[in-house]
């Protein structure tokens, strides 16, 4: 593949097509020029049957030559496809190549570039507007080649069957290419307009979107409303406008077109009255000419492509014209391999609008030093670290990391040395696992940086969970991990023995907090379903979302007369649960504890509405079926908007005994009922070492839970297994499966494994709550002390004290600068800060 | 539901039910619609606790709020006095509602001293409850704003004979 030097945002759209690949395109001309040939042919052949077949009355002609008219026209319709398919294969990779280039470039634009533009900007200029470009260049050779070649096939062929017809019907053309052109001038204005509204349009959207909460707190809807309307609006007239001189192209064209015949008519027909041109010629004229319209066409339409894509590509590409701060690859080296030092002078930065983020400001740290930035907010403390990271660019003085500055260092060189964890860290929709390894992954991938370039074992892994204190968190990922049928069956008879184990050594213990499976009493903890069935289907007719319509299954229902109290729970539920989640988002927190799925609940609404209306029993089937299902899902610990009442509790107990002697003689081979010396594949690998459910979520009931388990895991030498299952977590998209404290452990630990010669911290432990944030600073005091180089931005006082160094900023400057007693004995801000203003020892 | 055909049967109280009763007699939730109100009765939780279990320990960050359905519990601080209990809390108080609003530190340590049975809420749902209803925020802040005056105002006239201390410590409502 071509590369040219420039970056992308200001190539041409020309040099793509020279990038789609020559060899492609010299196929298509080929093909071209052999259907420009196949295409004349049946002109000839239509004048050759009417004057020398038909005429003659020579049948065997007649045959020869329709024969090879048919041929003609099936050969030219073959090549076409063809061509088209090569012209679509031309364009698709061209537009393939444009966005994978775009987009790269994009992600290295400097991050104030970002602050500015809305993420759906970005999507549509890499989804939609770049699309006309692609297209344009599948055409770009094959389209004017094809057509002008056609076009000057069929006009020479004109011109020798009759010269004077030919030079009248094809003078109407060179008056099109005076209109044309002014017409598309003014489609090209309104195309642009076009385009700038439809982004600031899209930019709206996405500032709504993301700022709903604003939008909604201050009731703002009519005010964002009108903003919106009025861009909609200007976009409908410049739609409209532009569409306009669209069309106005079109039937301008097709007039030109339909003026030709009518001159061939009036001048053929005299001729051919006056005996000076024969039938057949005529014939053949008019067809080559009515010919001459699709390639024409062909070339207005291309013409109108061509415009539109240029148009939307400089646009496009203009709006990402920026220059990335840093060179991503070094040149033609390996990258440095860098001391942990940082020396900073001199250093200021100004932002866009001359603020002065940063005033003069002068440190040095030693390998291994650790460094606290404290201060207000807006003191400039995390543009400091920022600015030594490489994630902005300094406007004067100097950044050296380990003696080599930092501006004119590569990407590549900096993030083999150094590690940066942001305030708010970003977790990638993906696998725990593949979290971990993202800052590894990303260094060991492209280049390398040289010596060993492995990803780090399972066992460093799970080390870096467990100092950053994530590692119960992920046990209980994999705890909580549904193990496949048949799968992992050693490991399921070892949770056996964990189970027996757990069982003798907890289970008097824990009694109050977990809900063991036991036959003969009730399962708050269960829902309905399992409660009567006691066990784990085997079919999948007889999972609980097919419980309402297993025919087997309703008859039980009615033999032993449960079907109407369930239906009324159903009901009931139905209504509770409607009436509280109304119309709220389906936010995880709001549904946890709902029998009814986010995506459920307008169904339900309905089918609730409908209950209030004519009441249960004059309800449809199928509502009935809807309602019975609830009332199968309806776990009364964990779903509390409805009692269960003791009655039909009582009730599904006895159904519980009837059910298995049932299925016992129809169909023993159904179910797996609970038993303790078989592994439940239906339930989570907790709920099959408790053998029951974990009554409550309060996290201090959890704990104990926890620990008890760990212990037997550890005695059973699984905890690490389990722990790998829990890595294969995933964590939903932006990580919203975790909370906000389990992120910055997870980028704590990504950074920790990277194990890098600089570490900067942003406010990383935020998030965490004291005991966290303690052991993380432990980590930090114990472990990185003397080989990592820390630069911290902190906002907490009280574990600061370890520091090596504590500068304390204000207004852009290093207000003051030395070790804790140092400082404190200076009485100066730090003193301010730790002990309040005008406070006494 | 009108039909006659349905038997009545002892109801149990949901545990929705009972919340929604027992938010509603509670000052801190008195801004709330019936709709929010729903909601965060929706969200609770019930907790058992056994004498000597910590509903929160001193310095940390638990963000929960607790109303007393039985028994009792009581505040210590920790290396102060011994741990003696400074006050006790006893069924129908409902206490950490701050905690609600902020993320705050624990000044204390809250102990059961008998068997115990709470509601509680945390601060991550409630402030789900808050970004549906956002007229809610102003309400409870008023509420706080309300509660602070009064504490104060207690404080001037019952905690007088202690005035020489107290009196340069004063100013808490003009916070």
Request: net charge neutral.
């Amino acid at each position: 593949m071509e590369r040219t030097d420039l970056p992308v945002s200001r190539r041409p759209l020309s040099s793509w097509i020279l990038a789609s690949g020559l060899k492609p395109q010299a196929l298509l001309l080929f093909i071209i020029l052999i259907m420009v040939f196949v295409r004349v042919l049946p002109l000839e052949l239509q004048k050759r049957i009417v004057n020398e077949a038909i005429r003659a009355g020579a049948m065997r002609l007649l045959f020869i030559y329709c024969g090879l008219y048919l041929a003609a026209v099936l050969v030219a319709s073959g090549l076409r496809y063809l061509i088209n398919v090569l012209q679509n294969a031309i364009g698709e990779r061209a537009l393939a190549q444009m966005r994978k280039e775009l987009y790269h470039f994009i992600l290295t634009l400097p991050l104030a570039f970002f602050r500015k533009t809305q993420p759906g900007m970005v999507v549509s200029a890499l989804v939609t507007e770049l699309a006309s470009a692609g297209d344009f260049v599948g055409m770009a050779i094959a389209v004017p080649v094809t057509s002008v070649l056609t076009l000057f096939a069929f006009a020479g062929y004109l011109l020798w069957l009759n010269p004077l017809l030919a030079v009248i019907s094809l003078g109407v053309y060179p008056m099109v290419f005076v209109v044309l052109p002014q017409l598309q001038n003014r489609a090209n204005v309104a195309n642009k307009h076009r385009v700038d509204i439809t982004r600031t349009l899209s930019s709206r959207i996405g500032e709504a979107i993301t700022g709903i909460h604003e939008i909604q707190g201050n009731g703002s809807f009519r005010l964002e409303n009108r903003r919106f309307d009025d861009l909609v609006d200007g976009l409908f007239k410049i739609r409209i406008t532009w569409n306009l001189y669209r069309f106005a192209v079109k039937v301008c064209n097709n007039l030109f077109n339909n003026l030709s015949p009518f001159l061939v008519f009036i001048v053929g027909g005299y001729l051919a009255i006056k005996g000076r041109l024969d039938l057949g010629a005529l014939v053949a004229f008019l067809s080559a000419q009515e010919k001459l319209y699709d390639p024409w066409r062909d070339l207005v339409d291309f013409y109108q492509t061509y415009q539109d894509a240029r148009v939307r590509y400089r646009r496009t590409m203009e709006y990402f014209d920026g220059v990335p701060d840093h060179v991503l690859e070094p040149d033609k080296r390996k990258p440095h391999d860098l001391e942990g030092s940082v020396e900073v002078k001199d250093l200021s930065f100004v932002a866009e609008g001359g603020i002065q983020l940063l005033d003069r400001i002068n440190l040095s740290l030693r390998p291994g030093e650790h460094l606290a930035l404290i201060g207000f907010s807006g003191s400039g403390k995390s543009t400091l670290a920022q600015c030594i990271g490489q994630l902005y660019k300094y406007t004067s003085g100097h950044i050296l990391f380990g003696g080599k500055e930092v501006a004119e260092l590569s990407k590549r060189d900096m993030i083999c040395n150094m590690g940066f964890v942001s305030q708010d860290p970003f977790t990638f929709d993906g696998t725990i696992r593949e979290n971990l390894l993202y800052a590894c992954a990303s260094r060991v991938e492209g280049n390398g940086c040289g010596a060993s370039e492995v990803l780090p074992s399972v066992d460093e892994m799970i080390a870096v969970l467990q100092q950053t204190g994530i590692f119960v968190d992920v046990l209980r990922f994999g705890l909580n991990a549904v193990l496949a049928h048949d799968e992992h069956l050693d490991l399921a008879t070892k949770i056996i023995r964990v189970r027996e184990k757990f069982r003798r050594q907890y289970g008097g213990q824990l009694s109050d907090f977990v809900e063991f499976l036991e036959e003969s009493r009730y399962l708050y903890y269960a829902n309905i379903a399992a409660n009567l069935t006691f066990g784990s289907p085997n079919r999948p007719s007889f999972s609980v979302e097919n419980l309402p319509t297993n025919k087997y299954f309703l008859r039980f229902l009615d033999e032993i007369s449960l079907t109407s109290p369930l239906l009324q729970v159903g009901g009931e539920i139905c209504t509770q649960t409607v009436d509280i989640l109304g119309s709220l988002p389906p936010d995880p927190v709001f549904f946890e504890q709902s029998p009814i799925a986010p995506e459920e609940l307008d169904d339900y609404r309905q089918l609730a509405e409908r209950l209030q209306r004519a009441g249960l029993t004059s309800l449809a089937a199928a509502d009935h079926q809807r309602l019975l299902e609830l009332a199968l899902r309806f776990t009364p610990g964990t779903h509390k908007m409805v009692a269960l009442s003791e009655p039909l509790e009582e009730l599904l107990l006895r159904g519980r005994i009837r059910f298995r002697e049932k299925i016992a003689t129809d169909d023993p081979g159904a179910f797996s009922f609970y038993k303790s010396s078989d592994y439940i594949y239906s339930q989570s690998i907790l709920d099959n070492i408790l053998f029951g459910k974990a009554k409550t979520v309060i996290s201090s009931v959890e704990e104990k839970i926890n620990q008890s388990i760990i212990q037997v895991l550890i005695e059973e030498d699984l905890l690490e297994t389990i722990v790998e299952i829990g890595m294969e977590f995933q964590v939903g998209t932006m990580g919203d499966k975790l909370s906000g404290g389990q992120k910055q452990k997870l980028a704590i630990a990504r950074v920790l494994l990277k194990a890098p010669r600089l570490l900067i911290l942003d406010e990383a432990t935020s998030a965490l709550d004291n005991r966290s944030q303690a052991r993380i600073q432990g980590l930090v005091d114990t472990k990185l002390k003397g080989t990592t180089t820390l630069i911290a931005v902190v906002h907490r006082l009280d574990i600061i004290r370890n520091y090596d160094k504590i500068a304390v900023m204000k207004a852009g400057r290093i207000g003051e600068l030395g070790t804790y007693e140092e400082l404190i004995a200076r009485k100066g801000i730090l003193y301010e800060l730790v002990y309040g203003k005008g406070a006494g020892p | 539901m009108s039909s006659s055909t349905e038997k009545e049967q002892v109801p149990r109280v949901s545990e929705f039910q009972a919340n929604l009763e027992i938010l509603r007699q509670l000052q801190f939730f008195s801004g709330l619609s019936l709709e929010a109100l729903k909601l965060v009765a929706y969200l609770c939780a019930r907790q058992d606790f056994r004498p000597g279990d910590l509903l929160f320990r001193q310095d940390e960050h638990d963000g929960t709020a607790f109303y007393i359905v039985s028994g009792q519990a009581g505040i210590t601080r920790d290396n102060e006095r011994g741990g003696a209990v400074l006050r006790t809390y006893d069924k129908g108080e409902f206490l950490g509602g701050l905690a609600l609003v902020c993320d705050m530190r624990r000044l204390f340590t809250l102990r059961a001293l008998t068997e115990m049975t709470c509601v509680t809420l945390t601060r991550d749902r409630f402030t789900k409850v808050l970004e549906q209803f956002p007229e809610v925020t102003a309400k409870v802040l008023q509420t706080i704003a309300e509660a602070i005056v009064v504490w104060e105002q207690r404080f001037l006239t019952e905690g007088r004979e202690l005035s020489e201390v107290c009196g340069r410590m004063a100013g808490m409502s003009l916070l």
